[in-house]
């Protein structure tokens, strides 16, 4: 229990809680499913590979989706931390909407809580943004990508 507050490495309760669920949803699934593909082709690019952990990051493990005109969980990072579900929809949180360079040049900590969340607007922006973030990549690739910063 004392592990829930925060737990850095995968778990049973992140996976089955956090990621399954929204696999069902053809919306999330075909994000998942394009991103996957992507990734693929860029693994051979570690400063690319970078920009898309940043996306998995800020969408799969810890996006916020506007409900009702409220920010809601959907990211598993969020759903399998207490103390972070609850700041993360709290008026304390920094919440930002979605966008692929806003994101593309932020690293994030993978040790703490987040300092701020990318919001979309509905599930579908997800797979909608895919032929963007392609599109950042190469041109991005073709101006050498600059200095991407690492995971802290």
């Not at 399998?80 to 932020?106: C, L, M």
Request: one cysteine or more; glycine letters at 4%.
């Amino acid at each position: 229990m004392d592990q829930l507050k925060y737990i850095e490495e995968p778990d049973m309760f992140h996976d089955i809680f956090g990621h399954i669920p929204l696999l069902i949803l053809p919306e999330y699934s075909d994000f998942i499913q394009a991103y996957a593909k992507m990734a693929l082709k860029y693994t051979h690019n570690e400063k690319a590979t970078a920009l898309l952990q940043r996306l998995y990051w800020f969408t799969v493990e810890f996006g916020l989706i506007y409900q009702a005109g409220k920010a809601k969980i959907y990211g598993a990072g969020i759903i399998s931390s207490p103390q972070e579900s609850r700041f993360s929809v709290s008026d304390a949180s920094k919440k930002i909407p979605f966008d692929i360079d806003v994101i593309f040049n932020n690293p994030f900590r993978k040790d703490d809580i987040q300092n701020e969340y990318y919001v979309i607007d509905q599930l579908s922006d997800l797979a909608d943004c895919i032929p963007t973030v392609e599109q950042h990549l190469q041109n991005l690739i073709q101006k050498g990508l600059g200095d991407v910063k690492p995971v802290r």
